[in-house]
């Protein structure tokens, strides 16, 4: 399984991992508002904070 490692360039991203989350879920060619769903649900069910998770269980949550 291929997993998305960011560059480190040194700097803090002004970005959420929120907003980071939904960028990569429509990246994949989910809609917004899906992608933005998936993640909201994602992070209230799983209580996840870290890019990562939001993106794995956001897929999860667009899977069902």
């Known amino acids: ?7 480190k360039t040194g700097k803090k991203s002004a970005v ?4 980071d989350a939904v960028s990569a879920l429509t990246n994949l ?7 933005y769903a998936a993640v909201s649900l994602a992070q209230q069910k799983h209580e996840a ?8 269980h956001g897929l999860k949550e667009l899977a069902r």
Do not use: K
Request: aromatic residues 8%.
């Open 16 to 19: 959420s991992p929120v907003e």
């Open 49 to 56: 904070s870290e890019l990562n998770d939001l993106i794995r």
């Open 1 to 7: 399984v291929a997993q998305f490692i960011p560059a």
């Open 29 to 35: 060619g989910y809609g917004r508002s899906e992608a």
